[in-house]
Every structure is written in C-alpha cells, then in structure tokens.
C-alpha cells in the first residue's frame, strides 16, 4: 500500500500543470496517460502489453504489464512472459498459457524514467496550451476583444486577456492619437492569428475596417436585431472614415438611427476613434445615386457611368471641386473604397461654353501629368487655364511642367 500512495504521491505533483495551465480535467488524464505510455515505451520497448489506469476521481495511476504464463525456466522474454510460480503468487488461479497482470510501480524505474516523464508532460501540455490558444482566437477573428496593458515597446505593444494568453497590437494598427499606460484596457479587433512554428501569435487591430464594424454593431440595436445591415466600410484611421447602411424595415430610417438622437450613438464610437470624422450614408443599389451620397459633402452636378470598367466621371461646379477632392484627396479615396469605382472629378462646365478634355492633349502632354491634373479635379482645358492656385498646389507638380501645360492649353484657345 506504501507504494501505491507514492504513486499517488507523485501524480498529484503533476497535476499543478492542471492549475497552471488551466486545462481541463479529462484533458489532463488524456496526457497523463499518453506520458506515462511514452516512458513505457522507452523503458520497455513497447507499451503495447500495458495498461494505464487513471483514476479522475481520486487522482491516482496504476500500471498493469500484462503477461504469458509460461512453465518455470521457459522465460525468454521477461517483459512479455512470466514464469508459473511467480505467476501464481499474483493470480493463485492461472493456468500455463493464460495472461496475468501484473502491478509495475513507476517510481522503481528511477528518477530519470520520472524526469523524462515530466519533461514529456510538459511538453504535451505546452503544446495543448497552444493549440487551445490558436483554436481560441481563430473562432473570433474580426470581432471586439478587450485587453489589459502588459507592456508597451516602440514597435509593438502587448496585452494579456482575462485568461493571460498575450495579444499583440502592433504600431501600425494603432490610431494615430493612440496612447496608453501599463494597466489600461484596450478596445480592438481580432485581425490576425498566426501560427508559425506550431507558435500561435494573436494580432489585435484598432485602424482595421472591422473595428468600425464592430463598433457601430455594439452602439446600435437596429444593427443587432438585423433591421439594418452594413454594406460597405472605408476608413482612413484618426482622420475619416465612410460608412454605408442599408434598412430592412421602411420604418427605420438607417443613418438617423446610426448616428442617434442629437449624436448621441455616434459620439461614443467617434471618441474611441480620436475624433475619428465619420460620414454615414444610405446604401442604394442605384450606383450613380451611390457614388453621390458617397462624395458627401459634395453637391453632384451629373455623374457619367462606364459599369464594365467600374469608372465614374462626376462633374461638378468649380467651387464644389475641393470638397469633392477633400483635404489630401481623401474624400474621392474613400468614397472610391466605398463604391468600388475609380471615380474622376471634373469641373462643371457652363452651357454654350467652348472647351475641351485634356485627354485630347495627349500627343502634347504627358500621360501622368493630365492624369494628376484630372485627380484634382482639373479635367478639362479651361478647367486648368481658370484653377485657383491651391488647386494647381495641389497636384505638386513642378513649376516648368506647369508653364508647359498652360501654354499647350492656352495656344489651342488662341489658334
């Protein structure tokens, strides 16, 4: 009895993998098992003869080698065959020819059988750690997760969860603006989980379009309940994003519920963002209605269509030009993101009015310059001829390059 209450003895000392690791308790007895099963193997050749008995209620292990009875003298193989005599001392019932179990006491095997069943253990159990790890946070990729500080490095900052598995938030998928201290919870979205090397390493994002996503879900019911759905994100984070809903219910009006009663939904995910500036329009699967609502601000003169190669031309009146272009040209990049066209703005031009494409200047002018011109919203001869100069600033071309392309224009005017 002595004996077995070492054994028991020395499985409890295993079993603060069970605490530190946090695995469940069958789990545990899986390993355990196939631990003691590798040492066998190892000790004896093969583990095929024995039984691993665990117990999950008291804890303990007992190991049985199962053998053939032979005549006394005839062993000649003693971990398969037992001589007659011996056998009878563990079953006084069996016969020549039958198998007997017989008990094996770990701990006699010597303290490297049981160093080398620890290391195994840890091992497994490392290896559960980390598959249970991956199979965690590949389930919820692209949804909110919250983390606390751990520490905060120049390229990289970590956060741990309730359960203390590390999150990493790199610096790029940090808002501009972002700044936390060791011990603050962090907001963010489950962007990545890579496994390299068996080695899982969860990426957490806050500028990935999701966030935004998830946000919104969080703040508005309508969202939840699946009365309005988001069709279409674009995000420049800290500075704007574009969002585009759409309601399943004639009585939900989509963008007043997003944003709320005096701002009140919106307001909260707009500080989250750093004063993120965030545009909320309603979907419509009318695509030339869709590009206008996406250049909002922006008042549309007309919109001509090229649905095969998803392009869009929109004109508009020349003091509509800038806001259409936004600061850095960032209100046509997002609502290109948002539509799926390639959309260029061109000047609004008056009826009666002589002028012409610059594309039509093409032998004279270099295919990336009348490019740049029409980026800014200059796609026409007058159009340029008549730009103020901060839009002329900002196509950030070189000021030859500029005199050259006004006296092209302005000698076809005078021919």
Known sequence: MAKKAETVNMVDHFA???????????????????????????????????????????????????????????????????GFTEAREIDPECEVGEDVAKQIFFEKFGRRAILNLRQTLQTKILDLQKDALYAKYKDVEGQLINGEVHQIWKRE?????????????????????????????????????????????VIVSRTDERFLRRLFEQEVPEIQDGLITIKAVAR???????IAVESYDDRVDPVGACVGIKGSRIHGIVRELHNENIDVI????????????????????????????????????????????????????????????HIDIYRDIEVGEEDIYLDEFSDEIDGWVID??????????????????????????????IEHVMEVLRAEFED
């Open 282 to 341: 309603s979907y419509t699967s009318n695509p030339s209605l869709y590009i206008q609502r996406a250049l909002s601000p922006a008042k549309i003169s007309s919109i001509r269509l090229n649905e095969e190669e998803m392009k869009a031309e929109v004109f508009v009146h020349p003091e509509e030009v800038s806001l259409a272009i936004g600061k850095k040209g960032l209100n046509i990049k997002l609502a290109e993101i948002l539509t799926g066209y």
């Open 236 to 242: 420049q984070p800290g500075e704007r994003a574009k």
């Open 16 to 82: 603060e993998f069970k605490e530190l690791k946090n695995i469940d308790k069958p789990t545990m007895i899986s390993v355990l098992e196939e631990s003691f099963r590798n040492v066998l193997a190892k000790q004896f050749g093969s583990d095929e003869n024995f039984d691993v008995i665990m117990n999950p209620d008291k804890g303990d292990c007992e190991i049985y080698q199962n053998l053939r009875v032979v005549e006394d003298g005839e062993v000649t193989d003693k971990d398969k065959e037992i």
């Open 157 to 201: 900052m970590l956060l741990v969860d309730e359960e203390q598995n590390e999150m990493s938030l790199p610096k790029d998928e940090q808002i501009p603006g972002d700044f936390f201290h060791k011990g603050d919870i962090v907001r963010a979205v489950v962007k990545r989980v890579d496994n390299k090397n068996n080695n899982p390493k």
């Open 372 to 401: 740049i011109l029409k980026n800014v919203g200059l796609g026409t001869a007058k159009a340029v001829l008549n730009a103020p100069k901060e839009i002329l600033d900002k196509a950030d071309l070189e000021d030859s390059t």
